[in-house]
């Protein structure tokens, strides 16, 4: 885990990590979340709707958005005040995705920066995007 | 930028963090007359304000203002 001091960051500072999705996140998120919206649990009717399978829930794919701030940037320092999400292509069971952030704003005054964030599939594809308000405590 | 056009910036701020189009704030207006003024969104509408307007406060400044009127005044010193 990254450890990050507000001292220590400035416009510009990235991260990255990468994850696989595989189907025991989708059966441990629908566990969590009791979301059976048939898209997600049901190949046939996924395929039936024109998708190659099931669709990988959203905010499964956007917890990575909280790694992303809890682990890498600024990491252990870190408070999540506000997430603001975009999706541009589904997500589907064994896509391995790149979660990457870059710090575009900082707020001295009350020590909180922004971080623009995306997240790309294995063919480099943007499946979403995501400005991100973090606060970082004292260490 | 003169004063009017500074407290329309502003406004737009407000209605845009607090997501009421119709919000109208005064030189007056204080987080007492905004249920949803806390401390989140009120670093928010000072993220907003230092981006929209390319300035940046000190904590000492903020902790000192006690109306929307005092933002723009201290806005008013910084863009001299």
Redesign the interface.
């Known amino acids: 885990m990254n450890e990050y001091k507000f001292s220590d960051i400035e416009i510009g500072l990235e991260e990255s990590f990468e994850v696989k999705i595989d189907a025991s996140k989708m059966d441990k998120f629908l566990d969590i979340s009791n979301d059976i919206n048939p898209l997600h649990v049901d190949s046939n009717y996924a395929k039936k709707k024109g998708f190659p399978g099931r669709v990988v829930y959203g905010l499964l794919t956007s917890s990575f958005y909280s790694t992303l701030v809890g682990v890498h940037l600024p990491g252990k320092h870190c408070i999540l005040?506000?997430i603001d999400i975009q999706f541009s292509k589904p997500v589907y069971i064994d896509d391995i995705l790149k979660i990457s952030g870059k710090v575009s704003?900082i707020?001295?005054?009350?020590k909180?920066i922004?971080v623009k964030a995306v997240i790309t599939n294995q063919e480099n594809k943007k499946v979403s995007k995501a400005t991100i308000?973090v606060g970082v405590m004292d260490e | 930028m003169t004063r009017k056009e500074l407290f329309d910036g502003v406004q737009d701020i407000f209605r845009d963090i607090f997501d009421e189009d119709d919000m109208v704030i005064e030189d007056k207006t204080s987080s007492d007359d905004i249920e949803d003024w806390d401390s989140l969104n009120h670093i928010n509408l000072v993220s907003a304000i230092e981006k929209e307007f390319e300035i940046r406060f000190a904590l000492g400044e903020l902790m000192a203002l006690k109306d929307v009127g005092a933002m723009i005044d201290l806005m008013i010193e910084k863009l001299k």
């Open positions: 005040q506000g704003y707020n001295e005054a009350y909180q922004e308000k």
